[in-house]
């Protein structure tokens, strides 16, 4: 059984009590509903986009320290990044947590890294990937709210 | 079928001085003898399912061993064992829960398909449109979910009789809840998310002197107190196999006799039927109307040894000792400044719902779980219960008989670690 630490890191505590762009984006061109049933947690994703381009990023919501932190990490990580830049994040990032591919501390991922004990917990594994999702819906203008179920 | 003679002056009766030795109980469970990393498993999610003891888990052994065989058609010895074994699950189950004669029993896959069977046979014969089922509150989703498909099939309306701030039933309210058009009460003896125990010989009392029926979802009763279904004059009572030391996959359905005669087949195929033609089918007599299919033969005589064991232990005993187990963990929650309780009523069974500040369900038990402290965290199949207490989720640690004290400190060791990483 793996270490508390590796699940909890600090970086993750810090963006659970302090989450970074949390508030709401008034008139964007792109915005969605994402829900996680089982827990709960539940997340909008507001996003302006300018010149194929994360301008602004906002989320708002409730849930647990592994989705609000993931939550306040994606929009940094994404903010001022083009849309395939986005995307690429997206698909690194779920494949990071849910153990498909073994992380390369070069391959760019940076501070999400701190993420990469979530694999080992199948269950919290949705809860990473609840504002991604999100985001992912906002950006394709899908009108469905997001479930992880 | 005889009628049940009542066994009278169980053991309990004689042993109830004796200290209850918990420790010496969880021997007998398989499941609790293991670590979770090096922590033992101290495992709180019975309300959830409970584990096996040896005895259940010997008698499915030897059953799939020795007496394998289909039942009831056969007129070979295996079959003759395997019938056996069954029909004497029934008899079993029947005087566990003071059925006057086993026909009233009748096998089903747990709660969740009992309440489905008398929605599906007594409501759909009996209620109509306009007509009210009414509920409470604090039930869990397979007390709701089959009411509103009734409801959509029969244009009838559900109903539910409100709670108080501790989780408790609101008894004035739900009186006048007992309308002229309501048909059935189907009602929790035991909240699943809540502990609370409601006052079901009161409640059933209530709804019988307006003449409306009543179905008790015992799933959370049955493990933890001595229940006899005739002194509670309860028309249905169901209980989970699984949620009662006994296998997934079997379950009880009581019903009186002369309700269920009355009552149409709930599945049609094998054993249900006493003559088939292509014009013409005549049903089997109660319970095996009900009983469509080869059953959970095994799962049945499982049960039949949970049951057993619960007898052997003695159910009163049982119930007295989870009580001031109840008594020491809420003690123990409350002197946590940061833990709130949820659900706190009076008459409460060992279920301890709570939320800790500043810390989401989930994350706490996921911190649990790597100090080996089983508990569940989510909305406890009661979103219901979830949206009248205004909280998304609650961590639930729920008692048996084979906790002890120490496995309490665990988890208050284990709540005063979330806090201290949340801090
Ligand atoms: C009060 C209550 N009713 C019904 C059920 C459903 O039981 P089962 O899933 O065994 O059918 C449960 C299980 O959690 C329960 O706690």
Redesign the interface.
Known sequence: ??D?SD??QDVI?DHYKRPRNRGHLDDTDHQADGQNP????HVTVFVKVKDDRVEEIRFAG?????STASASLMTETVKGKTLDEAKAFFRKFHDMVTGSQEVDHGDGLGKLEVFSGVCQ?PV?VK?ATLAWHTLDAALENREEPVSTE | MSLITPTTARVEASVTDEAFDAEELRRDFPALQQS???EPLVYLDNAATTQKPSSVIDAIGRFYREDNANIHRGVHQLSIRATDGYESARLKAARFIGASRPEEIIFVRGATEAINLVAQTFGRVHIGTGDEVLISHMEHHANIVPWQILCEQTGARLCVAPINDRGELILEEFERMLGPRTRLLSIGHVSNALGTINPMERIIALAHERGIPVLVDGAQAVPHMKVNVQALDADFYTFSGHKAFGPTGIGVLYGKHDLLQKLPPYQGGGDMIASVTFEKTTYNAVPHKFEAGTPHIAGAIGLAAALDYMDAVGMERIAQYESELLAYATHALLSIPQVHLVGTARNKAGVLSFTIEG?????AA??LD?QGVAVR???HCAQPV?QRFNV??TIRASLAFYNTTEEIDALVRGIQ?VIE??N
């Open positions: 059984m793996s508390l699940l909890y505590l089982l827990c709960g947690d409730s849930g647990c320290a592994i917990y919290r809860c | 979770i990393g090096d810390v989401h369900p989930h994350d996921t911190i790597q965290a989510g909305h979830m998304p989720a670690k990483v949340f």
